[in-house]
Nanobody, 115 residues
Framework: QVQLVESGGGLVQPGGSLRLSCAASRSIFSTNAMVWYRQAPGKQREFVAFISSGGSTNYADSVKGRFTISKDNAKNTAYLQMNSLKPEDTAVYYC?????????WGKGTLVTVSS
């Protein structure tokens, strides 16, 4: 079993920054990819960013150049640095990873971008 716990969400003004964290209960990020998703009110969950076990990254076009995904394998934690936030970034942000062939999700952290 693996638990993923997101943190770092909150209320921020447009143009501001937040850093989300995804802490894993096991050392999984050195051998498994990790993905951030988000779900805005009334919308489907959507892909935000991906980081492979080797550190390669990929981003949704809507966040490219503003968000940065990273990880610290020693701390079993992945991050999503979000800069130049816009109201349309408001959503619950979830992390997902894998272990022993199974998929695991966190419960999410709410990010609200509003003046």
């Amino acid at each position: 079993q693996v638990q993923l716990v997101e943190s770092g969400g909150g209320l921020v003004q447009p143009g501001g920054s937040l850093r989300l964290s995804c802490a894993a209960s096991r050392s999984i990020f050195s051998t498994n990819a990790m993905v951030w998703y988000r779900q805005a009110p009334g919308k489907q969950r959507e892909f935000v960013a991906f980081i492979s076990s080797g550190g390669s990254t990929n981003y949704a076009d809507s966040v490219k150049g503003r968000f940065t995904i990273s990880k610290d394998n020693a701390k079993n934690t992945a991050y999503l640095q979000m800069n130049s936030l816009k109201p349309e970034d408001t959503a619950v942000y979830y992390c997902k990873s894998w272990w022993n062939g199974m998929e695991y999700w966190g419960k999410g952290t709410l990010v609200t971008v509003s003046s």
